[in-house]
């Protein structure tokens, strides 16, 4: 059989892809190594609690498009963002806001929140930021930086600040109000029965083969689609032939506790250097579960090396020159459309992914 598309990936860009397409009657063929659907969104249950396998995803959007997109088809519960950091046995409220600078300082008011971070921040006389470090301490001075920005963001990164470009954090938000959602966005929420059944109703109408390899694959179909849209990454397309990007891997450790309520919150950062992990998950918090047990996941960074999973590109600029080089090795392959975070080389957040995958079909389509 020949299908329109074959593609590469059962996560968000993928399947909404393939939505867009199959509803205007293309036929897609989907494929995806792993054995389920949703791609790095991917929940199971275990215990009763729909556990989020591949790290914390909450859907947050400003996009009014793309929010009906998904709540036009599954239903979202009200789930707030509003995680907690710990260091070195102290808790503090995230994002930054008036509870966060109140447990740093004892202050009570926005001007006394303002003149304090002022006053730490002015006596570094830095100019122009050579690092991050620096841009750091500019915008938010020694508390801010020492106890919830440096640990975390050298184990996020696998550098020290000192080596990583300042504009990692043109900004560091700072909320002189006592608000600990951590988003702006006005929509946000977790699919109640979680991500692979947003997904699976995206994929209705296409065809999907799972625990498939694309390069096997290809060589056994050869010619089976007109088009290829993969979302794979795109130096590991090519075979590493310039040499590879730089991603970021993570290694989870999940188990089930028997107690009812680990540590009250979804979501408690560890900011910390010498604590191995980022943070910890509860996942049934997501959900407001109240079952008898609790399913736990730390979450630890890992430098990636080809052969590892790839979570996230670490596009700090200096990888500019070798992208564009992929860039352009990409155009003698019209046959071969790259999406997703990984095919694009950029750090998308899921409603970003979704824009992508909706506005790159219809331009698709557009192109007859």
């Given at each position: 059989m020949h299908y329109d598309y074959l593609i590469v990936g059962a996560g968000l860009y993928?399947?909404?892809f393939a939505q867009q397409m199959s509803a205007v009657g293309k036929r897609c063929l989907v494929i995806d190594r792993r054995p389920h659907v949703a791609g790095?969104?991917?929940c199971e249950e275990r215990e009763g609690i729909s556990m989020h396998y591949y790290g914390a995803h909450i859907f947050h959007t400003s996009d009014e498009e793309v929010w009906d997109y998904v709540t036009s088809r599954v239903r979202f519960n009200n789930y707030i963002n509003s995680p907690v950091a710990i260091?070195?046995?102290?808790?503090?409220?995230?994002?930054?806001?008036?509870?966060?600078?109140?447990?740093?300082?004892?202050?009570?008011?926005?001007?006394?929140?303002?003149?304090e971070i002022q006053r730490?921040?002015?006596?570094?006389?830095?100019?122009?930021?050579?690092?991050?470090?620096?841009?750091?301490?500019?915008?938010?001075?020694?508390?801010?930086?020492?106890?919830?920005?440096?640990?975390?963001?050298?184990?996020?990164?696998?550098?020290?600040?000192?080596?990583?470009?300042?504009?990692?954090?043109?900004?560091?938000?700072?909320?002189?109000?006592?608000d600990n959602n951590y988003f702006t966005d006005r929509y946000q929420g977790i699919p109640?029965?979680?991500?692979?059944?947003?997904?699976?109703?995206?994929?209705?109408?296409?065809?999907?083969?799972?625990?498939?390899?694309?390069?096997?694959?290809?060589?056994?179909?050869?010619?089976?689609?007109?088009?290829?849209?993969?979302?794979?990454t795109i130096d590991g397309f090519f075979q590493y032939c310039y040499g590879p990007l730089e991603y970021r891997s993570l290694r989870f450790e999940t188990e089930v506790l028997d107690c009812e309520n680990y540590q009250g919150n979804a979501v408690v950062n560890y900011t910390a250097r010498e604590v191995p992990y980022t943070r910890i998950i509860e996942h049934k918090h997501f959900n407001f579960g109240t079952q008898p047990k609790t399913v736990i996941t730390r979450e630890y960074p890992a430098q990636w090396q080809p052969g590892m999973e790839p979570y996230y590109p670490v596009n700090t600029g200096c990888h500019q020159e070798l992208l564009a080089r992929y860039q352009e090795l990409a155009?003698?392959?019209?046959?071969?459309?790259f999406g997703g975070r990984l095919g694009s080389y950029r750090y998308y957040n899921m409603d970003q992914v979704l824009r992508a995958a909706l506005d790159g079909a219809r331009k698709e389509l557009a192109q007859g």
């Open positions: 993928g399947a909404a790095n969104a991917h260091y070195h046995g102290e808790l503090y409220n995230l994002p930054f806001n008036m509870n966060t600078f109140a447990r740093l300082w004892g202050i009570t008011t926005p001007q006394q929140a303002q003149e730490q921040a002015s006596r570094h006389n830095i100019g122009q930021p050579k690092n991050l470090e620096e841009q750091a301490l500019k915008l938010v001075g020694d508390d801010i930086y020492q106890k919830l920005v440096k640990g975390y963001t050298e184990k996020q990164w696998g550098r020290d600040c000192k080596d990583l470009p300042p504009f990692l954090i043109k900004r560091l938000p700072l909320r002189f109000v006592f109640e029965e979680g991500y692979d059944t947003l997904v699976q109703k995206l994929l209705e109408g296409s065809e999907v083969l799972l625990s498939t390899e694309y390069t096997e694959f290809v060589e056994q179909n050869p010619g089976i689609a007109s088009k290829t849209v993969y979302t794979g155009k003698s392959r019209p046959d071969v459309l």
